[in-house]
Nanobody, 124 residues
Framework: QVQLVESGGGSVQAGNSLRLSCAASGLAFSDYTMAWFRQAPGKEREFVGAMWSRGGIYSGDIADSVKGRFTISGDGAKNTVHLQMNSLKPEDTAVYYC???????????????WGQGTQVTVSS
């Protein structure tokens, strides 16, 4: 049974940083695409970033809206994926979700496994 547990959310002022973590269990980390999504109040869920391993080499993708500020990384030994968020803005306020799926990342990739989410609030 796949379980994803996020941590690290909180309230910060604009310009500060937060690091989210997602502890995954019930899956082989190197066989899954791991990702972060977010959902702001009144808005649709939005892709933030993803990472995956092919042949032992990790690759990643990050949304244009956070490129240059957010970084996704992983620790295969601990089955944990992180989202480092720097230079946070009020518009980054959202519930952040960890997601996973064994299918290869690509256009219209839709994960089947989701965490419960962690709130990030950025004040101006």
């Amino acid at each position: 049974q796949v379980q994803l547990v996020e941590s690290g959310g909180g309230s910060v002022q604009a310009g500060n940083s937060l690091r989210l973590s997602c502890a995954a269990s019930g899956l082989a980390f190197s066989d899954y695409t791991m990702a972060w999504f977010r959902q702001a109040p009144g808005k649709e869920r939005e892709f933030v970033g993803a990472m995956w391993s092919r042949g032992g080499i990790y690759s990643g993708d990050i949304a244009d809206s956070v490129k240059g500020r957010f970084t996704i990384s992983g620790d295969g030994a601990k089955n944990t994926v992180h989202l480092q968020m720097n230079s946070l803005k009020p518009e980054d306020t959202a519930v952040y979700y960890c997601a996973a799926d064994p299918r290869a990342y690509g256009r219209n990739w839709a994960p089947n496994y989701w965490g419960q989410g962690t709130q990030v609030t950025v004040s101006s």
